[in-house]
């Protein structure tokens, strides 16, 4: 290769870099490219060559008191083929004036190159002061390396550097983290982005730069933190990785660009021998989740590091505060407790993803090795506890997203979810989707879990936004791939025969509304006719659509769902529902006479038997009836720390006689003798069940997962409405809370009803309460709506 001699020796420079880059319109003779890896270290030698020639020429020599020292990509070994140079010129400080002409020496024949550059002149104390008062002078500064000069001069700026940042890092982290955490909110997260910027976002090259930093302040372990033989490869492996992406984007995007865009990924893939664009984005995504999941663990080894004002003076130790069964808080994390066997415990794994959404605390490393190691996959049908956990999961909304990426990146998610295996990593194929199908899945779910309370059935709501683009990946249509593989997961999960075939229908139609409003006139009574015929009048099945096409547009992207969709959808939905309304609501199955004989043998009776699922006992309770027993029954069961799943609400002569079925916070229940004298006492008035609720609300004196934290991150609005005309059934659908019960149907009987028979359902966190009532007097239209306000109320205070 022939090139033209320059006046200007960085002009050479420049041709030299396009020539390894292979730029036709600086370096025009072909020459073959070399790797990502190969022209990483090229590049770097090429710029090192001449920065040394430059300097020299310059006076920067050994024994002058300057030195030129290179930070950024060139320091770390890392010159990509756009990348910025970064560099400083030390001196001592005794000849100012020679300070600038070496300056002007050696930077302008770079900027007259068009190279780009970040340059500092100082001492080595007010490098120090900058470093000292800018963050990200002091992280630049870490990697600092000699390139020529006084090598001394150097070694003390990198020797003070790294001195003052060891004593400074841990005082420093909390500023460290919130500058980390606003770089992810203007770049998002790598690993699930369409158009990832792999530089800034979140499990990108920065990160690992930052575990570095962490790592030099003897803070966390840096690059040890995933070994080569953790999912995806160690942190080194990514790292590389996703540094080979950057560059072969800077040689084809011919900038220096750090957002990778949909039209050069073919040929970014090609240069790194994948087989296309969508192997490219499962290598960034696999890479990311690899450097996000060591960035977690490192960031909360960091805060475990630095001692806690006040508590390590009084010697105290971290509790272990109960969350689940078998689950604890300890040292900050969600951990087993002592006497958990994960081998002997196939439901452990979601309650554990559970207990950590709900407390808003991460899972510990440790934790989930030995889930991975040792939770047994579940085999045949679910046992309805396991299956309860996951929609307790599911129901927390967005704070399900870091546990339930804990557990993937871990293998585990995939374990509960084979058909995970064609999603995750999958890019989208138009650019209107933000994320990857796996992440869209679980930003549907999130987006979802605010809409339960409008539909009857929130755990198909949510089953369906997680499996509504499930065939994706496998080639045709993916809503009817979709449709058949959610009949497996739906059996598999131990749904009901109707609820299968539901949850396939929600998968098949989940597209209908979205393209019934693009494609007709909602206004039209055809457009009704048509989309009651493709749903085969199914009300249920039409409510849950309305809620997932808001979810499923809310999750695809910014701006997809809008006023104008919002109103045609809900049009549509309320046109269809009035076309196919009907059907009557079921009552409970009348008491056997057995059962009547059993429970009015003593004026109080409790009996608790467990079911054939783990965690779940069946509770039956009579009394007297009256006014206020259903409320002080539940209130019972609140305060002694049993969460109501179902209940069902009979009487029979005079008595009332309630089943519950309940789960434990953790442990077991109370004896049943405990809870007859509990009972007795609220019912004669020394036990204030309102004040007991109200205390454990205002103190968190419950073993639900509390303590400073909502017991559910998202609390979808109560809804509350009447079925029919009159005031004879009145049903609520609302966030479960401990207490829920015993409150609503305290307002009911205070407000003059009796309650005559009630169907307490708990599905995906979120109850469904039907109740049956008479009235002491007339209700009047301002007192309906009352009521319903009141109900409401109850329920959002719960």
């Known amino acids: 290769m022939s090139v033209e001699p320059s006046t200007n020796p960085a002009t050479d420079l420049a ?83 020679k300070v600038h002409q070496i300056a002007d020496q050696l930077w302008y024949p770079i900027w007259d190159a068009n190279i780009g550059l970040d340059h500092s002149v100082r001492t080595v104390p007010e490098a120090l002061r900058v470093a000292g008062d800018d963050l990200s002078a002091a992280l630049g500064l870490l990697d600092a390396r000699h390139i020529a000069g006084d090598e001394d001069l150097s070694d003390l700026l990198i020797g003070e550097i790294r001195q003052q940042w060891r004593k400074d890092a841990p005082r420093r982290l909390p500023q460290l983290i919130e500058h980390a955490e606003q770089r992810w909110v203007r770049a998002g997260e790598v690993a699930h982005r369409s158009e990832p910027d792999v530089k800034n976002g979140r499990g990108g090259l920065r990160d690992v730069q930052l575990l570095n930093a962490l790592a030099m302040a003897h803070l966390t ?84 590091a630095v001692p806690r004002r006040g508590l390590s003076m009084r010697g105290l130790l971290p509790v272990r505060r109960p969350l689940d069964e078998g689950v604890v808080a300890h040292g900050g994390e969600v951990v087993l407790a002592r006497d958990a066997i994960p081998s002997h415990d196939p439901g452990l794994v979601l309650r554990v993803a559970n207990a950590a959404a709900r407390s808003g605390l991460p899972i510990s490393t440790s934790t989930l090795h030995r889930l991975a190691d040792y939770s047994p996959e579940i085999r045949g049908t679910w046992p309805s506890g396991i299956r309860d956990s996951l929609m307790d999961l599911l129901a927390t909304g967005p704070a399900m997203l870091g546990p339930v990426e804990a557990l993937d990146r871990m293998g585990l998610w995939g374990r509960l979810f084979p058909e995970w295996d064609f999603v995750r990593d999958l890019p989208p194929r138009d650019a209107i989707h933000a994320w990857t199908v796996d992440r869209h899945l679980l930003e549907a779910v999130a987006h979802a879990a605010p809409l339960t309370t409008r539909v009857s059935r929130p755990d198909l709501l949510l089953l369906g936004a997680l499996v509504h683009d499930i065939g994706k990946g496998r080639g045709g249509d993916h809503s009817e791939i979709g449709a058949r593989m959610a009949r497996v997961i739906g059996t598999r999960l131990g749904l009901w025969p109707e609820d299968v075939d539901t949850l396939a229908d929600i998968v098949a139609h989940h597209l209908l509304l979205a393209q019934t409003i693009a494609r007709r006139d909602v206004d039209d009574p055809a457009t009704a006719e048509f989309v009651a015929a493709k749903l085969g009048g199914n009300a249920v099945l039409l409510e849950v659509l309305g809620a997932l096409a808001e979810a499923d547009a809310q999750a695809t992207g910014p701006g997809v769902w809008s006023d104008w969709k919002e109103s045609l959808t809900r049009k549509l939905v309320a046109n269809t529902a009035e076309l196919i309304a009907g059907g009557e609501v079921a009552e409970p199955e009348p008491l056997s006479a057995e059962e009547i004989d059993r429970f009015t043998a003593d004026e109080v009776v409790v009996e608790i038997t467990p079911t054939d699922q783990e965690h779940r006992f069946e509770v039956t309770m009579s009394a007297p009836d009256g006014a206020g027993v259903l409320a002080k029954m539940a209130g019972v069961l609140a305060i002694s720390d049993l969460r109501v799943l179902r209940a069902t609400v009979r009487s029979d002569d005079g008595t009332a006689i309630n089943t519950f079925t309940v789960a434990p916070f953790y442990g077991d229940p109370p004896a049943a003798g405990l809870l007859r004298q509990r009972l007795k006492g609220a019912l004669g008035g020394s036990v204030d069940i309102a004040a ?83 009235w002491e007097s007339p209700v009047d239209e301002r007192r309906r709506r009352l009521i319903a306000q009141q109900v409401a109320l109850a329920c959002a205070q719960a």
């Open 692 to 774: 007991r609720l109200a205390q454990m609300r205002s103190t968190g004196d419950t073993k639900a997962p509390r303590d400073g934290v909502p017991a559910q991150a998202v609390l979808a609005p109560p809804v509350v409405r009447w079925l029919h005309d009159d005031v004879s059934t009145l049903e609520v659908r609302a966030s479960d809370r401990p207490g829920l019960l015993s409150a609503v149907s305290s307002v009911i009987e205070r407000s003059g009803g009796s309650i005559r028979w009630a169907a307490v359902t708990t599905m995906g966190g979120t109850v469904v309460d039907t109740f049956a009532l008479t």
């Open 15 to 97: 041709r030299a870099r396009a020539a390894l880059i292979g730029n036709p319109a600086l370096a025009p003779d072909k020459r073959p490219v070399p790797d990502a890896a190969a022209l990483r270290r090229a590049l770097g030698d090429l710029f090192e060559l001449w920065l040394s020639g430059a300097a020299r020429r310059s006076g920067v020599v050994e024994g002058s008191g300057f030195s030129l020292v290179a930070v950024g990509g060139l320091a770390r070994g890392e010159m990509l083929p756009y990348s910025d140079l970064d560099l400083v010129l030390l001196h001592d400080g005794d000849d100012v004036d």
């Open 221 to 304: 372990d840096g690059l040890r933190l995933a070994s080569d033989d953790a999912p995806g490869g160690g942190l080194g492996t990514a790292y590389r990785r996703l540094l080979d992406v950057r560059t072969e984007l800077h040689r084809v995007a011919g900038r220096g660009r750090e957002q990778l865009r949909a039209q050069d990924a073919d040929e970014i893939a090609s240069a790194l021998h994948l087989g296309d664009r969508f192997a490219l984005s499962r290598l960034i995504s696999d890479e990311a989740r690899t450097i996000g999941f060591a960035l977690d663990v490192g960031l909360r080894t960091a805060k475990g």
